[in-house]
């Protein structure tokens, strides 16, 4: 195995770098120390073969495409992994491998075709001294595999990364959203935010937070654009921006941002968050305004963030805060505890991966490292945690935060495109893979009344995460909504995050005539949507089976399904499959599978997505099944060995119900939580 140093020349300098081993039961983690006179930034990188790698295997790179985003890329040569993939799985046909490149303390491990690329983004760095390069794992089980190899990395680091079960979802996010964006942009202004919530009150439509988000504050460029502007001339001035003061908009908020926030929680919308980004506005301060004056020595100009169109202007520097620990935490304070004195109760943070900004200033391991630690105490200290993560899917982010729980997972929501839906589930379900082990994935805003929201609304129902809209103004459909939440706005949110099942994932889901399947556990069940993303929209086929569900293992023999768009309801064994034809891309599958007991399972609330979330218990002794609801409504049971219902009650009270064959249906009212069946 040679492991070498790369230097500005491309020369190779080789057994320059010292590499160390800990083996584990089917794998190890690889430590590095290595020496660089010229130090080690993007041009002089540590590289690591990883030659023990099989020759043939299909696989998914979880590449970090842009310095915010991840996609996953598929193919059958491992020498062209993609530059910057930040988590490989490859099948060789009997083995499962996953490999995942860490950012430690000072460096930051990427993988390129076979090989482990170590950097920083400084030249003051000259030595590298027991840094965590990555961690492999082979294995048999491909989600297990992933959870195991994603979870040594983390807690193998030199300061451990907490995995998503050490994390707190919070409450707030347990219920239905809105965010401002893709309604209102730059319109975004007290006003529309009270139409906006005074329609949520009048459709009974229970949105419980809000999300403030981008051009609510005061940059005075915005004064220029012109009221006939287009999109992309708005998105234009918004990347120029720079702030004059950590307020809002004195056109658009001249009451002030508390205001606002009062009026729409006076409407029924209990929880505000206010969107801003870790440069305070996307080209920072307005260098003399009020807040560069007032923020003075946390403050500093760093180079120009490639992204944000320096083409335009190659020597402009930002002013921001600059990357260490004592200015980092001051600034977030500061910002955070300004929103908190609005009335907000969260906050949503953009451009974490903006790391660039600080090169050949601070290492990337420690630039990041203080900016995520930065936020989560701020956010701890002002919102118990409570916040979206945004644009940080670099692994320097990922493994940097401390506590927060929820990250986006997707580029930008798009309106209206068939082809951006097709990106996002790609994007949100296969990120799990990595992401998803250490956080709860938020699968973005979308429209109620888009022409792909009946399609969105399941992928958000199945996501694990956070349920928002940004609809505009007039425009909510709530005959989309009802089938996520319950009547008071509760999401009925599945355990994990979703992720393709085995047989989907090391196999472009765009191409081939194959159904794209993605799965989750809630409770004691499985479920799995089915969909049809081919890039031409022909007929797809396939198989669905509880074996396809990483959440049994076989232990249990025997299970109750039911699909909630034909209503469809039997019992299958662990290894038996359902046949799925979809014809197009508009036509989706949603199972669960529930296992058996004694011939009955309780398959819960037929009328919502996650059905199986409302049954918060089900005994069954002698001839009685006792249900306990999380609330009322189409109540489905699947019932077999010939066994037929004589009675059902609903708190007491004798209700009329409906069996066919093995089905066994009944309404009851929201309030009738406690269900008894009584079989002959």
Excluded at 34 to 42: I, K, S, V
Excluded at 324 to 352: H, P, Y
Excluded at 417 to 443: H, P, T, V
């Amino acid at each position: 195995m040679a492991n070498y140093i790369t230097t500005k020349n491309k020369e190779q300098v080789d057994n320059a770098a010292l590499i160390r081993y800990s083996e584990f039961e089917n794998g190890h983690a690889c430590y590095v120390d290595a020496l660089c006179e010229e130090g080690f930034n993007f041009e002089n990188s540590i590289v690591i073969d990883v030659d023990f790698l099989p020759e043939n295997a299909e696989y998914v790179a979880i590449e970090n495409h842009s310095a915010f985003w991840c996609r996953p890329s598929f193919g059958k040569d491992l020498n062209n992994v993609p530059n910057l993939t930040q988590e490989l799985l490859a099948f060789d046909g009997t083995t499962w491998h996953c490999i995942v490149p860490v950012v430690d303390t000072v460096f930051k491990s990427v993988m390129c075709g076979k090989k482990i690329i170590m950097s920083t983004n400084t030249n003051d760095i000259t030595k590298c001294e027991n840094q965590l390069a990555y961690v492999y794992e082979k294995g048999t089980d491909p989600h297990k595999l992933v959870e195991s190899c994603v979870t040594k990395a983390a807690k193998m680091r030199s300061v451990p990364t907490k995995i998503r079960s050490e994390r707190t979802f919070p409450e707030m996010f347990e219920y239905l959203g809105w965010c401002s964006w893709d309604s209102m942009h730059i319109h975004v202004c007290h006003e529309g935010l009270v139409e906006k919530a005074q329609e949520f009150s009048d459709k009974n439509v229970p949105i419980k937070f809000a999300i403030l988000d981008d051009m609510w504050a005061n940059i005075p460029s915005f004064l220029n654009l012109k009221p006939d502007h287009t999109f992309d001339e708005m998105v234009h001035y918004m990347h120029r921006g720079k702030m004059e003061c950590f307020e809002g908009a004195p056109d658009r908020f001249p009451q002030g941002v508390k205001a606002a926030i009062d009026d729409i929680k006076a409407l029924g919308i209990d929880n505000v968050g206010i969107w801003f980004p870790t440069t305070g506005y996307w080209k920072g301060f307005l260098p003399g305004g009020k807040d560069a004056q007032f923020l003075g020595s946390v403050l500093g100009e760093t180079d120009e963030f490639v992204w944000m169109h320096a083409v335009d202007s190659p020597d402009e520097t930002m002013l921001i805060v600059k990357s260490d620990k004592e200015s980092t935490e001051k600034f977030f304070d500061e910002l955070c505890g300004r929103v908190k004195s609005w009335g907000g109760d969260f906050v949503k943070i953009d451009n974490q991966g903006f790391h660039k900004c600080y090169r050949y200033r601070r290492a990337i391991g420690q630039s990041s490292a203080n900016v995520q630690a930065g936020i989560d105490k701020a956010v701890t200290k002002h919102f118990n945690g409570a916040m979206i993560n945004c644009m940080g899917m670099a692994n320097e982010c990922m493994f940097n935060r401390p506590d927060t729980a929820v990250s986006r997972c997707s580029d930008d929501f798009s309106p209206e495109s068939r082809e951006w839906f097709a990106k996002n589930i790609l994007q949100c379900s296969y990120n799990s893979l990595l992401q998803g082990q250490m956080y709860y994935n938020d699968w973005d805003m979308w429209w109620t009344d888009d022409e792909q929201a009946f399609k969105n609304s399941i992928c958000r129902a199945i996501s694990g995460g956070p349920i928002y809209v940004s609809d505009k103004i007039g425009r909510t459909n709530p005959e989309i909504l009802k089938p996520l939440s319950l009547g008071n706005g509760r999401i009925l949110r599945a355990d994990l995050c979703a992720a393709p099942t085995a047989d989907c994932l090391t196999v472009d889901p765009t191409c081939g005539n194959k159904i794209f399947k993605i799965q989750n556990k809630a409770g004691a069940n499985g479920v799995m949507a089915v969909f049809n993303v081919d890039r031409e929209n022909r007929s797809v086929s396939g198989s669905v089976s509880p074996s396809d569900l990483p959440c049994f293992d076989g232990s249990i023999t025997t299970f109750a399904y039911y699909e909630f768009f034909t209503k469809k309801t039997g019992f299958i064994k662990y290894n038996e499959k359902i046949d799925v034809t979809l014809e197009n891309n508009d036509q989706v599958c949603l199972y669960s599978f529930v296992p058996c007991e004694n011939s009955v399972a309780a398959l819960g609330r037929a009328d919502l997505f996650m059905g199986v979330c409302a049954t918060t218990k089900c005994e069954i002794k002698n001839n009685t099944v006792s249900l306990t609801l999380a609330e009322g409504g189409t109540i489905c049971v699947a019932i077999g060995g010939n066994k037929k219902a004589a009675c059902v009650k609903a708190n007491g009270k004798v209700i009329d119900f409906k069996q066919e064959d093995v089905k066994l249906t009944f309404e009851c009212a929201p309030c009738d939580t406690e269900i008894e069946i009584i079989l002959q």
